[in-house]
Structures are given as structure tokens and as C-alpha cells.
């Protein structure tokens, strides 16, 4: 199978290793993350899974070792550079969904395509084409302050989605939400990621959730602990 997202050691040094000042968020972080896997990263608060997700997405490049996604070693790109390979290859979910609030679902769902300079009427098709794949084809026009907390994590799901990314990375998406719709939730990832093949790597706190996913990766104090098989 291929990797789409690996972390290792270069030459002499400890892999992956990031410091906020004093404070060492990754002490050795190695892994690996194959196309078509769903992975969970589990942990507990302080461990570093966010600090692992922000190399992985490229939203930090500042940091020690060698990192890559799709190949393409990411540790010594440029802050444009970084951002044109994300937009290409990776959606994000967060635990907060990140929508603009002025923006309808669609116009929401289409920004990733707005910053590729898509026209608007190829943006609105693909954007309400991906909401209608995640159950919201009726919600087109609403704003997420019309919309319930299942909902708009469904809005940011198809936003990460819509540029047909390689890799959906997803902090805490189910965080904010009861549990019954963060099982829902972690329900339409789990299809998505059969039906389009897309990898999704997805930091949870519940042990629950992460067994319905194909492997556990796990952190402590901010080293890689275990990559366990799930049953
Ligand atoms: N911007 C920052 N500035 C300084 N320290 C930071 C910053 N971000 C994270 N840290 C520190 O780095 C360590 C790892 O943080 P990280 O956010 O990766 O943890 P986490 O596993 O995602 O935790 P949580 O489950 O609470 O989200 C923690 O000790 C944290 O205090
Ligand atoms: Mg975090």
C-alpha cells in the first residue's frame, strides 16, 4: 500500500521533534499513515496530537525531522509552497467547525475551490453536490447560526471534502457534539472514507470512537506509544 503521510527520523536525529519554547510538545513522533486508511490518534490532553495534526497538515512547518505527505517532504517548504500543496491535497475538520458565520453552507463549502480561483458557478455546483452527499441538500442557503451542531460539522465535513483532497485530517470533530450525533458524525466519515477512498486521520478522546477505525496511533507526552491494529 502506498504512504500518504509519513513522519521519520534524518540522518542522526530523534524523529519529529517540536518545541513551543520550553515546553517540547513532540519528543520523537514516527509514523505512518497508508492511502485508504481511516486512523485514529488517541491521547490524553497536553500529549501533542494537535502539534502532530498542525506538521501534518503543514500549518507548522517549525519544527525538527523529516516529515512527508504524498511524497513530498514538507520540513523544508516555503509558507506558499505549504499552503498550495494543502489546498491540493488535505481537508480539515476541526472540533469548532471554523465556518464563517456571513457565509451561506454552500459559500462556506466552496471556499477551498474560491482560493483555486474556480469560477462561482462550478463552486456552487461542487459545493451543493457535497452537501447533498452528506444529507444536507436542503440547507444549501442557511447560515451556520441557523444550523444545529450536527449540522454544521456536516457543512465543514463537505467543505474539507469538495477539493477532493487526499488526506481529511479532523481534530476532535465529534468534541463539540453529543454523543448520538457525534456517532452520526463519525458515521458519514467512516462511508465517505469507503465511498471516495479519501484517508482520514482523526484525533478523538473516546476510546469508543476510535475503535470503529482500522488503527489507533497513540501519544504520550509527545512520543508515538503504539500503531495497534482494531479489529
Ligand atoms: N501555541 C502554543 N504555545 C505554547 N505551547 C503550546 C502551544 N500549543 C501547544 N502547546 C503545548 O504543547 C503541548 C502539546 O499540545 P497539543 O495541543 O499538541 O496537545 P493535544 O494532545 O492536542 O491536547 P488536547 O487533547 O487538550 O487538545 C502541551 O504541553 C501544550 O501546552
Ligand atoms: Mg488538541
Excluded at 499513515?33 to 500549518?59: H, P, Y
Aim: net charge positive.
Amino acid at each position: 500500500m502506498n504512504q500518504i503521510a509519513r513522519l521519520k527520523s534524518m540522518g542522526p536525529e530523534p524523529n519529529v521533534t517540536k518545541a513551543y519554547g520550553e515546553t517540547s510538545a513532540l519528543r520523537g513522533a514516527s509514523m505512518r499513515v497508508f492511502t485508504g486508511e481511516f486512523v485514529a490518534v488517541i491521547g490524553n490532553s497536553g500529549s501533542g496530537k494537535s502539534t502532530l495534526m498542525n506538521i501534518l497538515g503543514m500549518l507548522d512547518t517549525d519544527f525538527h525531522g523529516s516529515a512527508s505527505i504524498d511524497g513530498v517532504e514538507i520540513s523544508s517548504l516555503s509558507a506558499i509552497a505549504a499552503a498550495k500543496l494543502r489546498n491540493k491535497l488535505i481537508g480539515f475538520v476541526f472540533q469548532s467547525f471554523h465556518l464563517l458565520p456571513r457565509l451561506t453552507a454552500w459559500e462556506n463549502v466552496a471556499l477551498p475551490l474560491f482560493h483555486r480561483g474556480t469560477p462561482r458557478e462550478v463552486r456552487k455546483h461542487r459545493a451543493v453536490k457535497m452537501l447533498e452527499k452528506v444529507g444536507l441538500g436542503d440547507r444549501v442557503n442557511h447560515r451556520p447560526d441557523h444550523m444545529s451542531g450536527g449540522q454544521r460539522q456536516r457543512v465543514a465535513i463537505a467543505r474539507a471534502l469538495v477539493g477532493e483532497p487526499r488526506l481529511i485530517l479532523a481534530d476532535e470533530p465529534t468534541g463539540n457534539l453529543d454523543s448520538g450525533t457525534g456517532a452520526q458524525v463519525m458515521a458519514l466519515l467512516r462511508t465517505l472514507n469507503r465511498e471516495l477512498g479519501v484517508t482520514v486521520v482523526m484525533v478523538t478522546h473516546d476510546r469508543e470512537i476510535a475503535a470503529q477505525c482500522d488503527r489507533s496511533i497513540e501519544i504520550r507526552d509527545g512520543l508515538v506509544v503504539s500503531c495497534e491494529e482494531n479489529e
